[in-house]
Structure formats: C-alpha cells, structure tokens
C-alpha cells in the first residue's frame, strides 16, 4: 500500500520506516527542511536505537522517501497519517492542535481520491471531528474518512514496540477506513498483535486513559518509595512483592525522580483539561501531575542533603540527562527540574550524557558538558545518578572515589546497591531504600 506520513519525529520517523519494512511504500514528510535533507543523506535527525539501519535499508529498497512538499507526497496514498507534535499550549495546559489543524488544512488542498486521514498523533477527544470538519470545509468535494490510531510506542525501544504492540487500536466508524487500517497492519496481524477497532472517540480516550494510568503507577511507587525512606523498607521489596500479582503487574514499578519525557506530562496535563471543560474531573491524575512536578525539585533536596544541606559554591555532577536511556529526547527530563533547583542553590553543573548533550544544550543554561561520566565527576562534591543508562550500570567505583572532591553519590534511579557503595566508602542515597 501506498502512505504518507506527515510529520517525521520520534514518531512519524519511527513509524514510516517500520511500515516501509512491512512492505508498504511510505513517503515521510516534514516541513522542516534540515530534518528532510539529513533524512536523505541518511543522517538520523534523533538518536533510537536501529533506526539509522533500518532507515537506510528501506531507503535502498525503495519503499522509503523523504520531502518536504506534502502535495507530492500523499499522492496517491491510500493513507496519510498525521505524526505531528501536540505539545502543551502555553499558558493553560490543553493540547496544541494548530499543527494537527494546519496538517488536515494542507492535505485536504491534495485529496484526489479516496484517502483514509488517519491520526497518529496524541490529540483530545473530539480532534478527529474536527479534523474531518476542516478537510470537508477546505473540499467539500473531497471522498475521504478520518481515523484515528493512537501511537503508544517507547522512545528508545521503538522499532520493538511499533512492530511487536501489545494491541493496535483504531477509532473509526468508516467500513472502507476499516478494511484500508486492516491490510496496512495485516503484517502485525499475523504476528498476533491485537487489532482492535472502537469508535473514534474512544480510540482517542484510550491513549490518554493509558498514559494517566502509566503515570498514575509511577507515582503510585514513588510515593511509596518515600514511605519507605520513612519507615525503614526497601521499595524495591515492596514492587517486587506487588509486582508478581498478576493484577498489578511488575512494569513501571521503579521508583525515580518522577516521570518526564514528551509524553506523560503533557498528556496528563491534556487529560486534567479535557476533563474539567466538560465537567467530569479526573481527580487522580489532578493529583498525580502535582505529586510527579513537585517531586522533581525534591529530588534536587536530597542531592543538597547528601552535600551537607548546603550547595554554594560547590560542583555537583549529573550523570546522565535525557528523560530516559536510549533516546536523546530532553523533553520534560526531570534533569531539567533538578538542575535549576541546584543551580538556585549556587551549585555548579558538570554532566554528561550518552546521547543527550546536543539536545539539553538547548534547555540547559550554565551546564558543562563532558565526554564521560568519568570527566564530569572529576573534583566534584557531589553527583546525582538521574537516567539509568546501561553504561552507568557498572562504573568503576574505585576510580569515582578518586576522581571525586568528596565520594557522594545520590541514585535516582536505585542502580547501585547500598552495601557496595558503602564498601567503597561512599556517602550514597537511594529512593525509597
Ligand atoms: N515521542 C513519543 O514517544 C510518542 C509516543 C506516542 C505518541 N506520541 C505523540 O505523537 C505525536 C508526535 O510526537 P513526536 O515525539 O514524534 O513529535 P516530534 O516533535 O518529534 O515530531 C513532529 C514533527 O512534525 C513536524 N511537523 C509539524 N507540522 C507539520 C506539518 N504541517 N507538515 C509536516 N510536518 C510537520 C515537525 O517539524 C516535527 O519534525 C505527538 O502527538 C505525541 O504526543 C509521541
């Protein structure tokens, strides 16, 4: 089949490439020009694991194509998915849909034929009316359905979850728009992932529904954590115990600084707002989105605890940025949080990260960027362990200690164990242990 995708981030990038390697003919277009042209110099415009790969093979094979013109890009297409960005609106908190209505403005002025608009991005419910009522105000001749397909891949593990979903889930009450989402995923199909049609409305609802819930479970284990840290218990105990009951479920249950990344603070901001405009409050994620902001600047605390309560004038290491390992996106990364608390506490910055400087560079203000971990440690008072990068999961203890002003480490992401670090005679600080 023939599709286009407009909009090639994490998502419409991702998603087009794994769709050419099921065998489809994908056009992926962006409307900014330095992401096309380093698409086809095959130069990654993000940092996921595989993608540079799979990009290049599906490029060679001829199924995969980049532009920047939209009209010569959903030509022909069968679908043409809308992948683009609905970041929090500045000021109150709901989605911003005007690249979502700017998209279906563009591609209603190049329907020829029947074309299924499919929405990928996280849009509330109630945009794929809209959606469809700007493509038949632009052409009210155009034959056309708007679907929507939520996206609920991983950043970092997205090539793995975009063509092994738990379940594909498609909202549309077009039987023609059916049959085309149907052959498009009949490839994951035989692979036995779920297709599950709903109405549109409620396609829109789920992805929403299912990020509050992640998130609510990641602050469910953070509070916890804290009565742990109270109480004298292991939280790690705690999840592992909660966790093998099969009710609950063992996945995001790891205690940390707080969630960040593009998606879950948006999202559950989105959700909080769509909620009250029609007066069906969701109280729960009210009090999750609170719990996980204020969390962050916790976080700074007890890196300023583990220096003695006090920052001034002293050098803290960050030892790893982006909101997550595997992917350079510094979107919402508790990083961000943590180290403006720092810097107001008069401390100064040396980080590294894997993959993320680039990116934090352009968020971070006052920040020294290292090669290392190793480097960045060097001569400071205190380091704070912030992403969980597999590279940081085995670092020589006994080289930190001696690169360190003061051997201090806080763990947010509990990599270490207590009683290693206290043998390598280091102060150390966990969450919820
Ligand atoms: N990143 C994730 O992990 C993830 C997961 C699931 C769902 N989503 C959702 O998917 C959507 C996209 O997220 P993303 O992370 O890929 O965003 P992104 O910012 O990485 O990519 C969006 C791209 O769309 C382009 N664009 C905007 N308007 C355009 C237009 N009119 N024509 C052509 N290109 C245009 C931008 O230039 C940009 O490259 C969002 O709604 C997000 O919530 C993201």
Redesign the pocket.
């Known amino acids: 089949m023939r599709i286009a995708m407009?909009?090639?981030?994490?998502?419409?990038?991702v998603s087009g490439a794994c769709f050419a390697d099921f065998g489809h003919t994908v056009v992926c277009?962006?409307?900014?020009p330095s992401?096309i042209e380093r698409l086809n110099n095959n130069i990654m415009p993000?940092y996921e694991p595989g993608l540079d790969t799979l990009v290049a093979s599906n490029v060679k094979a001829g199924r995969l194509s980049f532009t920047t013109d939209?009209a010569a890009g959903i030509e022909g297409a069968e679908a043409v998915f809308i992948?683009?960005?609905?970041p929090s609106r500045r000021g109150d908190g709901h989605a911003d849909l005007s690249?979502v209505y700017?998209?279906a403005r563009?591609i209603a002025q190049s329907i020829k034929s029947y074309v299924v608009v499919v929405n990928?991005?996280?849009?509330p419910v109630g945009t794929g009316d809209e959606v469809e009522r700007i493509i038949r105000e632009e052409r009210p001749d155009a034959d056309f359905a708007v679907a929507s397909n939520?996206?609920?891949?991983?950043?970092g593990a997205?090539i793995g979850d975009f063509k092994r979903p738990d379940r594909i889930v498609v909202g549309t009450e077009d039987d023609r728009a059916r049959e085309v989402m149907t052959e498009l995923y009949r490839p994951l199909f035989i692979n036995q992932s779920p297709l599950l049609f709903m109405g549109r409305r409620s396609a829109e609802v789920t992805?929403y529904a299912a990020n509050a819930f992640l998130a609510t479970k990641i602050t469910f284990i953070n509070e916890m954590a804290d009565l742990c840290e109270a109480v004298g218990s292991n939280v790690q105990d705690v999840a592992r115990g909660i966790g093998m009951d099969g009710r609950i479920g063992s996945k995001f249950l790891h205690a940390g600084p707080g969630y960040g990344?593009?998606?879950f603070p948006?999202?559950t901001m989105a959700l909080i707002k769509t909620a009250q405009d029609y007066n069906s409050p969701v109280r729960i994620v009210e009090t999750v989105a609170a719990v996980n902001e204020e969390r962050k600047r916790r976080m700074a605390q007890k890196v300023i605890r583990l220096a003695g309560g006090d920052v001034a004038g002293k050098t803290v290491a960050i030892i790893g940025l982006t909101f997550k390992p595997n992917t350079d996106?510094m979107r919402d990364a508790p990083s961000i949080a943590i180290i403006d608390e720092l810097q107001k506490a008069g401390a100064t910055i040396r980080a590294h990260d894997p993959e993320g400087t680039e990116q934090a560079q352009l968020v971070l203000k006052d920040v020294a960027y290292f090669d290392t971990p190793y480097e960045a440690l060097e001569g400071a008072d205190v380091a704070a362990i912030v992403t969980e990068w597999e590279a940081f999961r085995a670092l020589d203890l006994a080289r930190i200690k001696s690169l360190m002003k003061t051997p201090a480490i806080a763990d947010l992401r509990n990599i270490y164990r207590p009683s290693e670090m206290a043998k390598h005679g280091f102060a150390y600080l966990a969450v919820g242990r």
Do not use: N, Q
């Open positions: 407009i909009g090639s981030g994490y998502v419409g990038l277009v962006d409307k900014d992401k993000i939209l992948a683009v960005g609905t690249y700017a998209a563009e990928k991005s996280t849009v939520p996206e609920f891949l991983r950043e997205a992805k990344g593009s998606c948006k999202d996106d």
